[in-house]
């Protein structure tokens, strides 16, 4: 079987951005990927819309000001997908260990679920709902073992916290 192609989209201010290209590209061992910014609009609305002009198979949401702390984090993201059940895999956040941090995803089940509903969460709680419509359609939403990120801010993941509650019997 062959390995599929990745798009990276990474979410906030060009400073930050910057910083989480960086850490990507020295970071991650996982080919094929392209990595892509997502600088303007209202997060949801701007990562629908880089969403839906990528062709890879596999889309990989990440917040800028993140960065991987070891170079397998795609590779066993990924790997999670592999069981037709699993819609999502989420890592964590270091050092808060149980926070969640960066989504992968099918492209067509984000095209299923028609993206990040931006119209009642467009700046933020769009992860924990997008995560909850995948829960309610019976696919599993699941943690990547020993996948962690290492941040300074994390706009795109803020409020995940509140997503735990929600998600807590489908993570394995």
């Given at each position: 079987?062959?390995?599929?192609?990745?798009?990276?989209?990474?979410?906030?201010?060009?400073?930050?951005?910057?910083?989480?290209?960086?850490a990507v590209r020295a970071n991650t061992d996982?080919?094929?990927?392209?990595?892509?910014?997502?600088?303007?609009?209202?997060?949801a609305e701007a990562l629908n819309q880089a969403a839906a002009v990528r062709g890879e198979p596999v889309l990989a949401f990440l917040d800028a000001g993140l960065a991987p702390a070891r170079s397998d984090w795609l590779t066993r993201m990924v790997a999670r997908l592999t069981p037709m059940a699993v819609g999502g895999?989420?890592?964590t956040l270091a050092p808060a260990v149980g926070t969640l941090a960066g989504l992968v995803v099918r492209h067509d089940t984000f095209d299923l679920?028609?993206?990040?509903?931006a119209d009642r969460h467009p700046d933020a709680g769009f992860i924990e709902d997008f995560l909850a419509r995948l829960i309610g359609l019976g696919s599993e939403c699941v943690a990547a073992d020993g996948v962690e990120f290492l941040a300074?801010?994390?706009q795109?993941?803020?409020g995940m916290g509140t997503a735990r509650g929600v998600l807590a019997n489908s993570f394995q």
């Open positions: 079987m062959s390995t599929p192609a990745v798009a990276v989209l990474i979410r906030g201010s060009a400073a930050d951005a910057a910083v989480t290209v960086r996982y080919a094929p990927r392209a990595v892509y910014l997502v600088l303007d609009g209202p997060p895999v989420v890592g679920l028609g993206g990040f509903d300074g801010s994390s795109l993941f803020r």
